[in-house]
């Protein structure tokens, strides 16, 4: 789990990004830290505004960031794929 800035089709934005080992999928790890992320993000690091870039494809990724309270923003394409921008601003 990290917070990283990314290029989310001509605009960098800060990331929230995860990745977990495959025998510890599905515990709700991710919902959990994307959410601790979030909060640190917002409330340490005083970003206004943070994203997930996510392959279409990817439904556990999209639920992941649905329980960290982010929207659907766009969509853009990175190397051929169809990506979806998750955002969350604070307040
Ligand atoms: C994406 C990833 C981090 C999710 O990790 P996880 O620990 O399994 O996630 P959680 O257990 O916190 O929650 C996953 C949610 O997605 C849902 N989910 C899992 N697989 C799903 C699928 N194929 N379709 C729809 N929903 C799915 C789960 O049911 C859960 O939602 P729920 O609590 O409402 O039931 C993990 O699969 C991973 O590391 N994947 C490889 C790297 C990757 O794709 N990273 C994201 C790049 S954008």
Same mark, same amino acid.
Request: aromatic share 14%; net charge positive; charged share 25%.
């Given at each position: 789990? /990290?917070? =990283?800035?990314?290029?989310? @089709? @001509?605009?960098?934005?800060m990331?929230i990004?995860?990745?977990? !080992?495959? /025998?510890?999928?599905?515990? @709700? =790890?991710? +919902?959990? *830290? *994307?959410? !601790?992320?979030?909060? =640190?993000?917002?409330?340490?690091?005083?970003?206004?505004?943070? %994203?997930? #870039? #996510?392959? %279409?494809?990817?439904? +556990?990724? #999209? /639920? %992941? *960031?649905?329980? !960290?309270?982010?929207?659907?923003?766009k969509?853009?394409? /990175? +190397?051929?794929?169809?990506?979806? %921008? =998750?955002?969350i601003?604070? @307040?």
């Amino acid at each position: 789990m /990290r917070n =990283y800035p990314q290029d989310t @089709g @001509g605009v960098t934005e800060m990331e929230i990004g995860y990745l977990f !080992a495959r /025998r510890e999928w599905g515990k @709700g =790890y991710a +919902a959990e *830290a *994307a959410l !601790a992320c979030k909060e =640190y993000g917002f409330k340490s690091l005083k970003y206004k505004k943070l %994203v997930s #870039i #996510i392959n %279409v494809k990817n439904f +556990a990724s #999209i /639920r %992941v *960031a649905e329980k !960290a309270g982010m929207k659907k923003e766009k969509t853009f394409l /990175r +190397a051929g794929n169809k990506m979806y %921008v =998750y955002s969350i601003s604070n @307040g």
